[in-house]
């Protein structure tokens, strides 16, 4: 019980959040995504709630925090790489391996929502995501900072993901033309 009460004050904050973003999925993509075929409507609801758990990790919450935005405390992005690593500050090594592994769905993802997508154009999506996210970061008054080493390292997920998805590509493919035949989407 005491844990469903800390998850219910974690995720009051962000239900502004969350109820936007689940009317933007209802009424706007996935009927979009369900006249594209059966396939592309599970990918889209999986990347779709790949990036609401993204943007609950690292903005939320954001609407309600809008009208106590202070232009003035906006802290500029860190611009040297991996200071930390240089340093020695911090737990900077699980910080690294945590973002490289937060886009990599990203770059999994992202291809199977439409097959012609090539690497280059995966990790160009995946850099400017993991950009808006770094941008943002310090608007809301949650504490974050922007670091460009994030931004690297979100970079290199993106791509790791998109090589893990050309290994997988032939399984995928299978699953999502079976998915789409026993829907009649042939």
């Not at 910080?95 to 490289?100: G, K, S």
């Not at 999994?108 to 291809?111: A, I, M, T, V, W």
């Given at each position: 019980m005491a844990l469903l009460m800390r998850l219910a004050e974690?995720?009051?904050p962000c239900s502004t959040d969350f109820l936007v973003l689940g009317m933007l999925y209802l009424f706007v993509l996935r009927p979009r995504w369900k006249q594209r075929g059966a396939d592309i409507s599970l990918c889209g609801f999986l990347m779709f709630s790949y990036i609401c758990c993204v943007l609950y990790l690292t903005l939320m919450p954001f609407l309600i925090s809008i009208p106590f935005w202070n232009p003035a405390a906006y802290v500029p992005m860190n611009m040297e790489p991996f200071v930390d690593v240089k340093l020695h500050r911090g737990d900077y090594l699980r910080?690294?391996?945590?973002?490289?592994a937060m886009l990599m769905p990203f770059g999994?993802?992202?291809?199977m929502m439409k097959p012609k997508r090539g690497f280059f154009e995966t990790v160009f999506c995946g850099?400017?995501?993991s950009l808006?996210?770094?941008l943002l970061q310090p608007l809301p008054d949650i504490g974050r900072r922007s670091d460009v080493t994030d931004l690297i390292t979100n970079t290199a997920g993106t791509a790791a993901g998109y090589i893990v998805y050309l290994f997988f590509r032939p399984v995928t493919e299978f699953i999502l033309t079976k998915i789409n035949?026993?829907?009649d989407f042939s």
């Open positions: 974690q995720l009051l910080q690294i391996a945590l973002n490289t999994f993802l992202y291809p850099f400017l995501f808006m996210i770094e035949k026993e829907r």
